[in-house]
């Protein structure tokens, strides 16, 4: 296409998907959804203002309207989708895409029903967080969320390095103690449940883990960036070019 015409509120181009962030200054290394590096095409972030992991977490209402805000402003410059940096964004899923007019997936939790159809009923689904608490039954409970296999819920909230490096915000993270202790929690899982049939990492900051998570169990490990992927993918066809 040789003609371009401006957005009127674009401060600049070529962002293929936007990333809606908590207020947060955590290290965030390559594979986490808040590191750009992790994506092979363009993201954009935008935090919430005022939005705290805890409001985050409980969905409150009154925080509904900056949400929007912030994804239309992402919308405006040119984005193509819009995800999050955090599965409890899960509760303002629907008040985005209502205001939005490109695709919204809040959470990697949505990725559960596409991942039921894949498995046998009978085999469960693992989700490992980082903490177990965190999970509300109300996301699960979703009639968009709902499947029929049975699902763990396991954290990562009793392991050393990752709950002081994330959930109590020391400054610092070692990615090699967090990745051991990752693969200790889905070793366990393998074991208590032979049959099981995949893992969905719900918290952000587990991708630059899954790697060695699966490789330790050998199962289907999908997370945020697995689904950021499949967004980009069908909002960025790419040309077919091959001998015939």
Do not use: W
């Amino acid at each position: 296409m040789a003609l371009h015409r401006r957005r009127p509120f674009a401060e600049s181009y070529g962002h293929a998907v936007g990333i809606l962030v908590l207020e947060s200054r955590i290290p965030f290394i390559p594979g986490d959804v808040r590191n750009a590096g992790t994506y092979a095409y363009p993201v954009l972030y935008n935090a919430v203002p005022g939005l705290s992991a805890a409001d985050c977490a409980g969905g409150v209402r009154k925080f509904a309207g900056a949400v929007i805000e912030a994804a239309r402003a992402l919308e405006a410059q040119g984005v193509k989708g819009i995800s999050s940096d955090r599965g409890h964004f899960a509760f303002f899923q629907d008040d985005v895409r209502e205001a939005v007019r490109v695709p919204v997936c809040l959470s990697s939790l949505m990725q559960l029903p596409m991942i039921a159809r894949t498995l046998d009923p009978a085999r469960p689904i693992a989700i490992v967080t980082a903490d177990a608490a965190s999970v509300p039954i109300a996301l699960l409970e979703r009639p968009d969320l709902a499947i029929t296999n049975r699902i763990i819920i396991r954290g990562m909230q009793d392991q050393s390095e990752f709950k002081s490096a994330v959930l109590q915000g020391k400054g610092t993270l070692n990615s090699d103690l967090i990745t051991a202790e990752a693969v200790d929690v889905v070793r366990k899982l393998r074991s208590e449940h032979p049959d099981l049939g995949a893992v969905v990492l719900e918290c952000s900051m587990l991708p630059p883990y899954a790697r060695a998570m699966q490789q330790a169990i050998d199962l289907p490990i999908y997370d945020f960036v697995t689904m950021i992927d499949y967004l980009q993918a069908a909002t960025h066809r790419e040309r077919y070019i091959g001998y015939y």
